[in-house]
């Protein structure tokens, strides 16, 4: 096997492209059940279209100026058109929203100020000692990091700032590729061989601690940084990403249906290619163009049809393949067995926690077997089963 594909480093290359204004975003939303706006409400970029309850959320901004279409559980439309301009004697129409002074906010206040221009603080803020922001590309085609580091430096180093103020850890550590020329003041630096997987958290952590163990570190990647670091530096809502579509890296506000992503790279997608959503390892498979991106999409691809053939049911063979690539050291082809067979307790005794989801093992299962979907439905149903637990457990105590 040609180990080029699983290299992680693909040079400077060049600045952040902007994309053009969608003609319309479909904002996704997680769990945030307070609209801020109804159907056919004007928006511009900034406002806020949907609250949070959940304080550690952040909430959802449009990126852009236009017209609400659709508002459900799952998104907000917003169709990209110019405001008619206020009727004569009336005050003009808002176009932007005004910054938040972040410099002089602590502890809660500034969490919540966060919270409400659209961050995610859980990640931020868990308890640990060490802090590791992994700066490395964290997929093979994925090319941001590198560009990221020499051409929004500034955004990097306005993130790592803030996250120092709100993350409790003792010692910050940035990962980088080995020959990275990339500087943080105060900050050590840690290099790392650059070959997926090595740069899955998991892996990145035990090659600066020496240890097999995620306790007491907390992990955040290059593209949260940035994100935060683009909030941090203007004061104003998060409402655009960047995203890395077939290597060209494009700004583009958060929402934007993959469709319209792909045609602003230029890229056709015909019938029964594969869209994927996230890297060609650990992404999932979309049949909707007009899915928008949220604000942790990293990459979108297109696979073409026939360049792999497609991963169904098929039978195990036990060649092993997949049980000698495995970064864990554990038999995918057993536990994707008893995930296939609903035998739940058979995974958790061949420790299917201890999987990190690198893809390695669907990628080389000759097979074709979708390894990494059955130890992803394999975790999900045990998440449920402890779940259930828990919530008897809570009523035989009352
Ligand atoms: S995805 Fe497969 S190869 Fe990767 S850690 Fe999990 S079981 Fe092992
Ligand atoms: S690589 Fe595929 S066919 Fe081979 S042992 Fe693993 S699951 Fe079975």
Same mark, same amino acid.
């Given at each position: 096997?040609?180990?080029?594909?699983?290299?992680?480093?693909?040079?400077?290359?060049?600045?952040?492209?902007?994309? $053009?204004?969608?003609?319309?975003?479909?904002?996704?939303?997680?769990?945030?059940?307070?609209?801020?706006?109804?159907?056919?409400?004007?928006?511009?970029?900034?406002?806020?279209? !949907?609250?949070?309850?959940?304080?550690?959320?952040?909430?959802?901004?449009?990126?852009?100026?236009?017209?609400?279409?659709?508002?459900?559980?799952?998104?907000?439309?917003?169709?990209?058109?110019?405001? !008619?301009?206020?009727?004569?004697?009336?005050?003009?129409?808002?176009?932007?929203?005004?910054?938040?002074?972040?410099?002089?906010?602590?502890?809660?206040?500034?969490?919540?100020?966060?919270?409400?221009?659209?961050?995610?603080?859980?990640?931020?803020?868990?308890?640990?000692?060490?802090?590791?922001?992994?700066?490395?590309?964290?997929?093979?085609?994925?090319?941001?990091?590198? $560009?990221?580091?020499?051409?929004?430096?500034?955004?990097?180093?306005?993130?790592?700032?803030?996250?120092?103020?709100? $993350?409790?850890?003792?010692?910050?550590?940035?990962?980088?590729?080995?020959?990275?020329?990339?500087?943080?003041?105060?900050?050590?630096?840690?290099?790392?061989?650059?070959?997926?997987?090595?740069?899955?958290?998991?892996?990145?952590?035990?090659?600066?601690?020496?240890?097999?163990?995620?306790?007491?570190?907390?992990?955040?990647?290059?593209?949260?940084?940035?994100?935060?670091?683009?909030?941090?530096?203007?004061?104003?809502?998060?409402?655009?990403?960047?995203?890395?579509?077939?290597?060209?890296?494009?700004?583009?506000?958060?929402?934007?249906?993959?469709?319209?992503?792909?045609?602003?790279? $230029?890229?056709?997608?015909?019938?029964?290619?594969?869209?994927?959503?996230?890297?060609?390892?650990?992404?999932?498979?979309?049949?909707?163009?007009?899915?928008?991106?949220?604000?942790?999409?990293?990459?979108?691809?297109?696979?073409?049809?026939?360049?792999?053939?497609?991963? &169904?049911?098929? !039978?195990?063979?036990?060649?092993?393949?997949?049980?000698?690539?495995?970064? &864990?050291?554990?038999?995918?082809?057993?536990?994707?067995?008893?995930?296939?067979?609903?035998?739940?307790?058979?995974?958790?005794?061949?420790?299917?926690?201890?999987?990190?989801?690198?893809?390695?093992?669907?990628?080389?299962?000759?097979?074709?077997?979708?390894?990494?979907?059955?130890?992803?439905?394999?975790?999900?149903?045990?998440?449920?089963?402890?779940?259930?637990?828990?919530?008897?457990?809570?009523?035989?105590?009352?």
């Amino acid at each position: 096997m040609n180990k080029n594909i699983f290299i992680l480093t693909h040079g400077d290359t060049g600045a952040f492209e902007t994309g $053009s204004v969608p003609f319309e975003v479909r904002i996704p939303l997680n769990g945030h059940g307070k609209k801020a706006v109804k159907k056919k409400a004007e928006v511009y970029p900034g406002l806020l279209v !949907a609250d949070h309850s959940n304080a550690k959320i952040g909430d959802m901004h449009s990126g852009i100026t236009g017209v609400v279409t659709e508002v459900t559980e799952k998104h907000v439309v917003i169709k990209a058109q110019e405001l !008619a301009p206020a009727a004569d004697g009336e005050d003009p129409k808002p176009t932007g929203v005004e910054p938040v002074a972040l410099a002089g906010l602590e502890g809660d206040e500034l969490r919540a100020a966060l919270k409400g221009l659209g961050v995610d603080i859980r990640p931020l803020i868990r308890r640990c000692d060490l802090l590791v922001i992994n700066a490395l590309n964290p997929e093979p085609g994925i090319t941001y990091a590198e $560009s990221m580091l020499v051409h929004a430096k500034s955004t990097v180093n306005a993130g790592l700032e803030m996250l120092k103020r709100l $993350s409790p850890a003792s010692r910050t550590v940035v990962a980088l590729p080995s020959a990275s020329t990339a500087a943080f003041d105060g900050t050590d630096i840690a290099f790392i061989n650059p070959q997926y997987p090595n740069s899955l958290d998991e892996l990145v952590v035990a090659s600066i601690t020496g240890k097999e163990s995620m306790k007491g570190v907390n992990v955040v990647d290059l593209h949260t940084l940035y994100n935060l670091g683009a909030v941090a530096e203007s004061g104003m809502p998060l409402t655009h990403t960047v995203v890395c579509v077939e290597g060209r890296n494009i700004v583009a506000p958060i929402g934007t249906p993959v469709g319209a992503l792909l045609k602003e790279a $230029s890229i056709e997608v015909a019938d029964g290619d594969s869209v994927i959503m996230g890297g060609p390892m650990r992404g999932e498979a979309t049949g909707d163009l007009n899915k928008g991106i949220a604000k942790d999409t990293k990459a979108v691809f297109v696979v073409p049809a026939g360049v792999f053939q497609p991963v &169904s049911d098929h !039978a195990c063979f036990s060649c092993g393949a997949c049980v000698q690539h495995c970064p &864990s050291r554990i038999l995918p082809n057993m536990i994707s067995r008893y995930v296939e067979f609903n035998e739940i307790d058979f995974c958790r005794q061949e420790n299917i926690g201890a999987c990190i989801e690198c893809g390695l093992c669907t990628f080389y299962c000759p097979a074709r077997r979708p390894m990494l979907q059955f130890i992803r439905l394999g975790k999900h149903k045990i998440a449920l089963e402890e779940a259930q637990v828990a919530a008897c457990a809570l009523q035989v105590d009352e």
